[in-house]
């Protein structure tokens, strides 16, 4: 479809976009941009939860339940 000729003539007359598509679309790609162009509100935002996460899984720091340690087999 991309690539090939048109094979009917009613889709020649297809839009690319409506313009409900283009308002739901123009919202998404600013958000997008502004993102990558300044991503340092987001980042500040995230940065306490993956510092927690960072530190849960730091080697010898995880605190196994009872029982569920990997001690091998059964007894």
Avoid: H, S
């Avoid at 940065?47 to 605190?63: C, F, S």
């Amino acid at each position: 479809m991309i690539y090939n000729p048109f094979t009917q003539q009613d889709n020649e007359k297809l839009t690319d976009l409506t313009p409900r598509e283009i308002a739901v679309l123009v919202p998404l790609l600013v958000c997008i941009l502004w993102i990558g162009i300044y991503p340092k509100p987001m980042l500040r935002r995230m940065e306490p939860t993956a510092r927690a996460l960072i530190e849960q899984l730091k080697p010898g720091t995880v605190q196994l339940p009872p029982g569920a340690g990997g001690g091998g087999g059964q007894q």
